[in-house]
């Protein structure tokens, strides 16, 4: 059974800074990609990073380049995103996903984890 489960967030500052993380389990997790997604009040689900099964290949979206860095540990089974710089349009619902499986994939979803950024 996969699970994708969250933690880190939280209400900081403009200016400051968190750390998402996300814990993976039932399934190889060093064999699939894993990305970040967030959604704000009103607003659809947007893609945020991605990160390569082996670190090699990281993108963002452009609104997040230079302030946010995608990072894995495949020896706890866990992906990381290291948020600088917050500003106020990153508040959202974080959720952590991958598409895993054999012959058939699947997407799965983490319950997501609020990230707030206020005075």
């Known amino acids: ?64 380049k230079g302030r946010f860095t995608i990072s894995r540990d495949n020896a706890k089974n866990t992906v990381y995103l290291q948020m600088n710089n917050l500003k106020v349009e990153d508040t959202a619902l974080y959720y952590c996903n991958t598409v895993a499986g054999g012959t058939a994939r699947f997407t799965y979803w983490g319950q997501g984890i609020q990230v707030t950024v206020s005075l």
């Open 1 to 64: 059974q996969v699970q994708l489960v969250e933690s880190g967030g939280g209400l900081v500052q403009p200016g400051g800074s968190l750390r998402l993380s996300c814990a993976a389990s039932g399934f190889t997790f060093s064999s699939y990609a894993m990305r970040w997604y967030r959604q704000a009040p009103g607003r659809e689900r947007e893609w945020v990073a991605s990160i390569g099964s082996l670190s090699t290949i990281r993108s963002y979206v452009d609104s997040v």
